[in-house]
Structures are given as structure tokens and as C-alpha cells.
């Protein structure tokens, strides 16, 4: 199936970003890596590289916004938990051996487009964190700056953790994070949480 | 002079790798970059590209411990406010086209020794770092969780902001930390900032 095929090779292309970085993500190491056939490359991707890292981008985009739309009707701390939870597991689930997909192309790349689609994803990302957070309990101006700060704060920790091999730089970093937010829930003027 | 020659290497990788990440930070990049003679590369680094990375990681480590050396006598508030104008510095002065060369090496390492050496650094400077918002009056335990957000958030915040060629997210998790900092400060039992 030729969508099957293309899937594949984007989901590959994550891994690898997360793993290895935007350099040991090529045409080649995808085809190891998915098995499939050389045929695929300008089949799927007409663009060459570019247009696979672009669709790797906006695979990770769409599954981080995929996260936070499951939760309808959780308040501002249980979307920050569930937020925080993901990065762990992505950290525990691949031995510390994977990142973020977007880090890695941001801090690599030689050619503005993946950067610039880079970018795109860390917004639509941390603008439907904020809404969670809004919906959750937040005013919209804390709900922003507290998207920001989680959204920086786990990238950073994760990057951490990943270099350590060692989960607590995540943890000491979650807590504080949840701290903050718990914070912001007790001010709020007439919070029932 | 010799050892100007290694130092100009060392200063030319630290550049490449902030820049443009540790697979485009090779002998030929850095000879390009610095003007160094080929001949440097095995006369100053007999272990290769890892001993050049380890050097330019070395050198980072050692730009960051300087940095929060020079501030004796600070306050909490006025350490983190010193370290965020670090990393202001930083993005503001490469026209947001750099970020940490230690990001770079741990996101793209194939070797474990450079990703150890910068978890190494990593570790060095928050324990740095925890020592003088301890010293400008923050207790033991809350300055290392702060120090650990510091750096983690920055380090995210200075990805964000590079990618989007923007210092608004930079500067929203800058003034997030400030007012956790400034929290932490004013619930302290006798202040006298």
C-alpha cells in the first residue's frame, strides 16, 4: 500500500530525528530503518529531504496536538501532569536515547525550511497547550506564559536527562513545573479545583 | 604559537557546534572557520573529532563556570537575572542563528563519549549555578530544584527562539523564572533583600 509505505517512512524519520539528530536522518538510514523500497524516495518525496524532515515536523506536530486534544474537561494542573507525563514516557520508553524531533531539526539545520516548519509546530504546540490550560482554569495571559514555560522547561529538562541517562533532571524539573501551576490555580480568585 | 592555534580550533568548534550542530563541526569546518593549518589536526588532537568536542565542551563548561564566578556577593534574584542575560546575550549578538553547543553534541551524538562529557557539563554548571542562588540566599534543596529549572527552561527557550528567528519566547520564560525566583525569595522566613 503506497500511504503505508510513506507513513512508514515518516515515522522512521521521527525516530531517527529523535535519536540521532537531522544529519543521521537520510534517505538511506530511513530505508534501513523502515525497509522500505529505494523506489519510495522520489515516489513519497519529490522534494528530496527537505520534504521528508517537513513531514516528519508535521507528524510530531500532529501527535502532540493529538495528546492534548484527548483530554476535554481537564483542569489546568491535570493537563500540565498529562503533558509532563508524555515526555516521560518518551524518555523511559526509549532508554533515554530519544528527544524531541523539533529540537533536533532546529539545531542542526542548514537550510531555512525544516527550521521555519520547525518553528510553525513549537507554536501550534504551545498555543493548544495554552488553550488546555485556559479551559482548565487559567486566565489567558497565565495560560500563555505557562504554555511557554512548560513547553521550554520540558524540552530543556528532557535534553538533560537524555545526556545524564538519568531521569532526574526530568523529575526535579515536573515538580517544579506542577508547583507553578498549582500555584497559579490556588490565586485565582474563586478556583473550585 | 601553538597553543593559539589549538585555542582558535577549540573557540572555532564551540561556534560550529552552537550554530550549525556537531555533524557539520568537523577537521574541515573548523579549518575552514579558523585558518588553522591542516597540519593542527593531528598534532593537537591525536583523538580525533571526540577530542575536539570534548575540548570545545570543555571550553563551554568552562565560559559558563566563569561567568557565575564573576558575580560575587549577588543576590538569588540578581544570579538568575545574570544568567538569563547570558543566554540573551547569546541570541541577541548570533542574530538568533545560536544556541548551547552542549544541546548540539547531546541531540546528535553516535559516540557515548561526548554525550557523556557534555551530561558532565551539564552537571557542573547547574551544581555551579545552585551554589550561588544558594549563596545569595536561597536554601540548600530549593536551589538546586530552581537552578535545574533555570537551565532547563533557558535551554528550551533559546531552541523556541532560535527556531522562530523571535526573542518573545526567550523573554516570556525569562520573566516566568524571574517572578518563580522573586516567589521563592519573598516566602524565604527572614529576608532582607
Redesign the interface.
Known amino acids: 500500500m503506497a500511504g503505508g509505505v510513506r507513513d512508514r517512512m515518516v515515522a522512521g524519520a521521527v525516530r531517527l530525528l529523535a535519536r540521532?539528530?537531522?544529519?543521521?536522518t537520510s534517505f538511506s538510514t530511513v530505508l534501513a530503518d523502515t525497509g522500505a523500497p529505494r523506489g519510495s524516495i522520489y515516489h513519497h518525496f519529490p522534494g528530496g529531504k527537505d520534504e521528508l524532515v517537513s513531514a516528519a515536523i508535521a507528524a510530531t506536530e500532529e501527535h502532540a496536538l493529538r495528546l492534548l486534544d484527548q483530554q476535554p474537561g481537564a483542569s489546568a494542573l491535570q493537563v500540565a501532569e498529562s503533558f509532563l507525563g508524555a515526555w516521560r514516557a518518551l524518555l523511559t520508553g526509549a532508554d533515554f536515547d530519544a528527544?524531541c524531533a523539533?529540537?533536533?531539526?532546529?539545531?542542526?539545520a542548514?537550510t531555512p525550511h525544516p527550521?521555519?516548519r520547525?518553528?510553525d509546530a513549537?507554536?501550534a504546540w504551545r498555543h493548544r497547550l495554552a488553550r488546555a490550560l485556559n479551559e482548565g482554569g487559567l486566565e489567558v495571559a497565565s495560560a500563555?506564559?505557562?504554555a511557554?514555560?512548560l513547553?521550554?522547561?520540558?524540552?530543556?529538562?528532557v535534553?538533560?536527562s537524555?545526556?545524564?541517562?538519568d531521569i532526574r533532571?526530568f523529575e526535579?524539573?515536573a515538580?517544579?513545573?506542577l508547583t507553578?501551576v498549582r500555584?497559579l490555580v490556588d490565586d485565582l480568585p474563586a478556583h473550585d479545583a
Open positions: 540521532r539528530g537531522l544529519q543521521a528527544g523539533l529540537v533536533a531539526v532546529t539545531v542542526a542548514d527550521r521555519e520547525a518553528a513549537f507554536r500563555e506564559a505557562t511557554m514555560l513547553l521550554a522547561a520540558s524540552e530543556g529538562a535534553v538533560m537524555r545526556a545524564e541517562r533532571p526535579t524539573v515538580a517544579e513545573l507553578h500555584n
